[in-house]
């Protein structure tokens, strides 16, 4: 005996497979060359520069002219002995965990509320949840530092003035508030990309799929963990891993707010790589260390991906 | 898939179209008259209101010279050096360029900045003070060439003073700022503490606390305070009881929450404007927070005068190591040099001069621009009184031999080398700044022995013989070679 759920997954059509060989090449040749600008941006501006900045990170170059002082492993060393490298290291890594553990799930909640049809205002509430994507991170940071002032800034004076506290909190000057403060601002400002994202896998669930749930006697937990979970799990995995991406790679945030600051408390690997590549007080920049600085933490970033892998396999076949 | 013959030709005119734009449309000097020669100046709007005042400038500057055309590129301040160093690499040299302090040397290291001795005359050279532009001193000299033009008054870049508001230090019952820094200790403390929160006593100035250098330079020779290194002996210092005492000084008025909270991350504006805003009663600045100030509180009652100095007395004096700090460069590879000179003539011009000073309240390299002026304003006065009072000569192992400019420039392109970072760590973390800074001083003896015995082996000078200069006192005015 077969569900409803079973015999409309069985019905669904089988895409048909790619005709391959010359005559398929002919037949979409004007879909290749309309690819070709992007190959060459593509190529130009993120494959060159990644390639050159491997060839970069084995010289003392100061990114004038062709590097020439070739110093093989040095930089390399340098960076794997740095403290301060890792430090930013798990300044960002903290940065994906936030995104990962708390982000995540948050928009995913929020996404199943604002994908249900009975919800009055829900374009509404979308636009307000992604104002603070499309809102220039320079100016968030100017606006934040104004209401986490502790000597006067709003945020203070509320907490303040409702007895929560008695002394201000120094959130952007103390090093241990600082990062989670930060954190904080980083899940705000990314919510609403990834509440988008959610709302477009849980818009590929087939409402026939759902339909047969409910004909099938499943309320809204059941067909929420036996129909939508399953379904969007395929797409939370590459959710999963542009949002890690996303967040493991913040640097905006965090030199307009605290510059890496106080005390490096709040230095990610981003703001690292920026000081020794364009600091203005250098004598001259170590575009050759920052290269290496950028391939190790590219390097432990591909790690970290694939040490999630078999955890994304597993759940994608169950 | 069919693409029909109309939709190519579309698709082609278009492509055509969008690359002529960057191709063939990119220049915007080609409108102008074919005989005019064009200059381009590479600048940072800074300080607020340069944007506009460069170009109002450079327009007089056109009127007077129908044969050249100025054109501006502006790049923020932090990211000058990279973008003309861009336009280098690019084959886009601006003629001339803003490059200050070790900026200067970073481009004429790379062979980039023209010698100006061609164009220089007699009367360009009297328009500064007399002595000022010798080649030994001048700071805008090297190997014996000029390189450089000035803008700000010598002793601008080396002066630092102690800014207090009368009003707030009246409220707490103090009649005068703090001549030491015990004073200065108790008098912010009782001063935040009357502020209940809405003022405070005193702050480091900026997140890196600067605060803690400054006052270090009244208590340790200036180059202790800057480098680290004790310029008398040519040995590491970062553990001298005066630079120890300047950290442990900011420590303790951190501990005690003494200094206005969240300056851990101040950017170099927001001091003057918590002063202005009547926030901050008392802090050590460079003195061109002086006219921003007033700009944003014009009525405030406003306090200039010398930095506190250590209980026990002053160990040493602001140093003013250079005549000038170098800023405007000519680009070794620029086709205009005669025009670009022109520009640069006009940039050192007692008119210009006296402009800028009238904007920003700036003191000039050209004195008799603004002297008499400043004399009268009382901020500028006492400024001026604070340099007469505080500002002594000082040797400059960079200006002084080849393996000095050498070391020295090898030593700035090591900030990890410097106790800034500990400083900020030993206060904001309050831990004693005492280890790291014998710490430090035992990776600069490293790092000074690793840099000359490089040097040796490449056949160059430089060693710490070059940064000892066994006769000076901190305290009296140094002559070189006296």
Not at chain 1, 170 to 196: C, E, Q, R, Y
Not at chain 2, 288 to 309: D, F, M, Q, Y
Not at chain 2, 328 to 353: G, I, N, R, Y
Request: proline letters at 7%; one cysteine or more.
């Amino acid at each position: 005996m077969t569900t409803t759920i079973e015999r409309v997954v069985r019905k669904a059509p089988v895409p048909e497979r790619p005709r391959r060989g010359r005559g398929a090449f002919r037949r979409h040749l004007w879909s290749y060359v309309f690819l070709i600008p992007l190959v060459l941006l593509f190529g130009g501006f993120t494959v060159w520069p990644m390639i050159a900045s491997w060839w970069y990170a084995f010289f003392d170059w100061d990114g004038v002219g062709s590097p020439a002082d070739w110093v093989g492993l040095a930089n390399f060393r340098e960076v794997l002995a740095s403290d301060a490298f890792w430090r930013a290291f798990w300044h960002s890594f903290v940065f994906s965990l936030a995104a990962i553990f708390v982000e995540l799930p948050l928009a995913l909640v929020l996404a199943i509320l604002l994908n249900n049809s009975w919800l009055r205002f829900r374009n509404l509430y979308r636009l307000v949840l992604f104002l603070p994507v499309v809102a220039t991170t320079a100016v968030i940071g100017i606006v934040i530092a104004i209401l986490l002032d502790p000597a006067g800034g709003l945020v203070n004076r509320i907490l303040l003035d409702s007895g929560l506290i008695d002394q201000p909190v120094n959130f952007l000057g103390s090093t241990s508030i600082a990062l989670p403060t930060l954190l904080s601002i980083d899940v705000w400002k990314g919510f609403g990309i990834t509440l988008i994202y959610w709302l477009a896998a849980l818009q590929t669930v087939p409402k026939d799929l759902q339909e047969a749930a409910a004909i099938d006697g499943a309320g809204f937990w059941r067909s929420l963990r036996f129909v939508t979970l399953p379904v969007v799990m395929p797409i939370a995995i590459v959710i999963l891993l542009l949002v890690f991406q996303r967040s493991l790679n913040t640097f905006d945030l965090v030199r307009a707010v605290t510059e890496g600051g106080p005390d490096y408390a709040t230095d990610v690997v981003p703001t690292y790589i920026y000081r020794y590549a364009f600091d203005p007080s250098l004598q001259a920049p170590r575009y050759g260390f920052a290269s290496a600085a950028g391939v190790v933490f590219g390097l432990l970033t591909l790690v970290v991906t694939l040490l999630q892998a078999p955890f994304m396999r597993r759940r994608v076949g169950s | 898939m069919k693409i029909r013959p109309a939709l190519t030709v579309l698709t082609c005119a278009v492509a055509l179209a969008l690359s002529g734009c960057n191709l063939v449309g990119g220049s915007s000097d080609s409108g102008s008259a074919a005989d005019k020669v064009t200059v381009t100046v590479a600048l940072v709007p800074d300080p607020p209101g340069a944007s506009e005042f460069y170009r109002q400038q450079f327009d007089e500057f056109e009127k007077a010279n129908p044969g050249i055309a100025v054109k501006v590129v502006e790049n923020p301040s932090d990211q000058q050096l990279n973008a003309v160093e861009l336009m280098f690499q690019q084959n886009r040299a601006p003629d001339v360029f803003r490059a200050q302090d070790d900026g200067m040397d970073r481009m004429a290291a790379r062979g980039w900045v023209a010698p100006l001795d061609e164009f220089v005359t007699p009367e360009f050279l009297k328009r500064f003070p007399e002595g000022s532009m010798d080649p030994a001193t001048s700071g805008l000299h090297r190997d014996g060439k000029l390189m450089s033009l000035p803008l700000v008054w010598g002793p601008w870049s080396s002066l630092r003073v102690f800014l207090y508001n009368e009003d707030l230090l009246k409220k707490s019952g103090f009649d005068g700022p703090p001549k030491t820094w015990a004073d200065l200790e108790r008098m912010a403390a009782k001063i935040t503490a009357d502020g209940h929160g809405k003022y405070f006593g005193y702050a480091p100035t900026a997140a890196k606390a600067p605060a803690a250098e400054m006052l270090a330079g009244t208590a340790v020779p200036y180059s202790v305070a800057a480098s680290g290194i004790d310029f008398r002996t040519g040995k590491p210092a970062t553990s001298s009881p005066g630079l120890v005492e300047a950290v442990e000084l900011h420590r303790r008025m951190q501990a005690a929450k003494v200094m206005m909270p969240g300056w851990e991350s101040w950017d170099g504006s927001r001091a003057f404007k918590e002063f202005a805003a009547g926030k901050l009663a008392m802090y050590p600045t460079p003195p061109w927070h002086v006219a921003e100030v007033r700009k944003l509180s014009p009525e405030i009652k406003l306090g200039i005068t010398g930095l506190p100095v250590p209980a026990a007395g002053r160990g040493a004096y602001l140093a003013r190591n250079k005549s000038f700090s170098p800023l405007w460069s000519m680009s070794s590879q620029s086709a205009h040099k005669a025009e670009s000179w022109k520009v640069m003539d006009f940039l050192a011009s007692d008119a210009f001069h006296k402009a800028y000073y009238q904007k920003f309240g700036t003191l000039t390299a050209l004195e008799g621009a603004w002297k008499a002026e400043a004399e009268k304003n009382p901020d500028q006065a006492a400024i001026l009184k604070v340099a007469a009072e505080t500002l002594r000569r000082a040797p400059n192992p960079a200006l002084a031999s080849k393996g000095g400019q050498a070391i020295t420039q090898a030593l700035a392109a090591k900030p990890d080398l410097k106790y800034t970072d500990a400083a900020v760590s030993s206060i904001v973390k309050n831990q004693p700044f005492a280890p790291a800074a014998a710490q430090l001083d035992k990776d600069l003896q490293t790092f000074l022995d690793k840099t000359s015995a490089d040097l040796a082996a490449k056949g160059q000078e430089g060693s710490a013989k070059d940064l000892t200069f066994a006769g000076w006192d901190p305290l009296k005015d140094f002559t070189p070679g006296g």
